[in-house]
């Protein structure tokens, strides 16, 4: 077409990892990294738990000093040690523990002897947290797997309506504003109609750059493929040249 004039920079065709992140794919990856930290942690969690199951010993501690650090709550115990030595450990404690206790109190705790700062003031502490972790971690996963589809399956179809669908020319229609901003930026969507009265719209983008680079009635290149359509502009020339009739 003579009046066809090519005003978007993308000339080559957008990966499928750049569709991908451009629908909210970054959302699996934040996930697939809170489940590697959770499911460590969890590890972390119940590797203690099982050490102390194993290893530990069972005492009465006097409670000999209370202190807070901006959020954070220690209380030191001086308990005496399987071995018959005596034994003072620093640990911190959730702010209802803290708050229930007063120096000079005795309370029961678990701890390794062989490991100092290995401590549970809560009994079973470690293990109850190690299996919420583990849980979370699960839920994360399934969160993450969800992501991966939904994200990648339109990546999947854009890649393939660009490849396989019919490319037309299209007659904008206008922008659509949108309640999103992007770096303080009002986002837009570009309009279109098809040749056959079938109408799309494109990815957001900034609504400034879209009013004035396209006009109503300028011509762009969209490819069609059923129900589903994409603009040149958003994933990029197919692989293949074509020309336009």
Known sequence: MTDYRRRHKRAQPRSWWSLFLRYGGWAA????????????????????????????????ATVTDKREDGDARFVTFTFKARGGGGRTETVAVEPTYYDSIAQGEERPIRYDPETPGVVETDLSYYARIGTRLRRGALV?????????????????????????????????????????????????????????????????HDAKWLRETYAPGDRIVVFRLGRHACWEGDVGPPQREMTYG
């Open 29 to 60: 990856i934040l996930l697939a990294a809170a489940v590697l930290v959770t499911t460590l942690f969890s590890a972390g969690a119940l590797f203690l738990a099982d050490r102390i199951d194993r290893n530990g010993a069972l005492a009465y």
């Open 140 to 204: 994360l996963g399934l969160l993450g797997l969800w992501a991966l589809w939904a994200f990648g399956q339109r990546a999947n179809r854009d890649v393939k309506v660009r490849r396989d669908g019919e490319k037309r020319m299209a007659d904008v229609m206008g922008v659509r504003q949108l309640r999103r901003r992007v770096g303080g930026e009002p986002q837009g969507r570009l309009m279109w109609r098809e040749p056959d009265g079938r109408t799309g719209e494109s990815f957001p």
